[in-house]
């Protein structure tokens, strides 16, 4: 089973240049997450989708920007990257939102901005 | 605002029993989530706790007490492959049943 699958692994960008970080989920979530992860301060979200063309923002949503067009796919975008979005961010899904359903991470994208 | 706290570090021995705690604040409680992350890895879910008491799975425990605001998750019979950070989470209420909030975590270095 692939579960959650992050693309890419690892990226280098420069300040100003624009990408856009890939998650895809096989297991029919709802809802789905993405994290950004900084030494020391845990696991904070910055965008969130509880359907298919739905999205909100998180805790950091600031330079991010989202889309889920499909169901099992969560884009998370970066238009003008900056040396501050250095980091290692995560993408989750969960069945729904019940507290009792775990959520399921990817295995990460880390993203140097020089 | 709502937020969790845990002990940055802890180190114990191989065999051994350690324990994490976690204290939160919130206007509002789902529940109480574990999560362990090796370096380098992805965090994975172990444990929820809705009511106070004890869950036991294996060799990892969780306890939950609503009205101290406080949980622990146990691990017995250390081994080298669970040092590891590991974090509680909440759901936040203010936002309805959708958005989880993180503690800093744990890391838990196990000794030979």
């Known amino acids: 089973n692939a579960g959650v699958t992050q693309t890419p692994k690892f990226r280098v960008l420069k300040t100003g240049q624009s990408m856009t970080l890939l998650c895809a989920q096989d297991m029919n979530h709802e809802y789905m997450y993405w994290y950004r992860q900084d030494p020391g301060m845990g696991l904070r979200l910055i965008h969130y989708?509880?359907?298919?063309?739905?999205?909100a923002k998180g805790e950091v949503p600031d330079g991010y920007n989202v889309s889920r067009l499909k169901k099992q796919n969560f884009l998370l975008g970066l238009e003008s990257a900056a040396p501050s979005q250095t980091s290692v961010y995560f993408c989750?899904?969960?069945?729904?939102?019940?507290?009792?359903?775990?959520?399921?991470f990817g295995d990460g994208t880390r993203l140097s901005i020089l | 605002g709502q937020s969790l706290e845990q002990p940055s570090e802890v180190t114990a021995v191989e065999g051994a029993i350690v324990q994490i705690n976690c204290t939160y604040q919130?206007?509002?409680?789902?529940?109480l989530s574990w999560y362990q992350q090796h370096d380098g890895g992805a965090p994975t879910f172990l444990s929820y706790n809705a009511l106070d008491g004890l869950e036991e799975t294996g060799r990892f425990s969780s306890f939950l007490s609503r009205s101290d605001s406080y949980g622990y998750l146990l691990l017995q019979e250390l081994q080298m492959k669970d040092s590891a950070s590991y974090f509680c989470?909440?759901?936040?209420?203010?936002?309805?049943?959708?958005?989880?909030?993180f503690g800093t975590g744990t890391r838990l270095k196990v000794l030979a």
């Open positions: 989750a899904s969960s069945r729904d939102s019940n507290s009792n359903q775990p959520q399921h």
């Open positions: 989708s509880v359907g298919e063309g739905t999205t």
């Open positions: 989470a909440v759901r936040d209420p203010t936002s309805g049943t959708y958005k989880y909030i």
């Open positions: 919130t206007s509002g409680f789902y529940g």
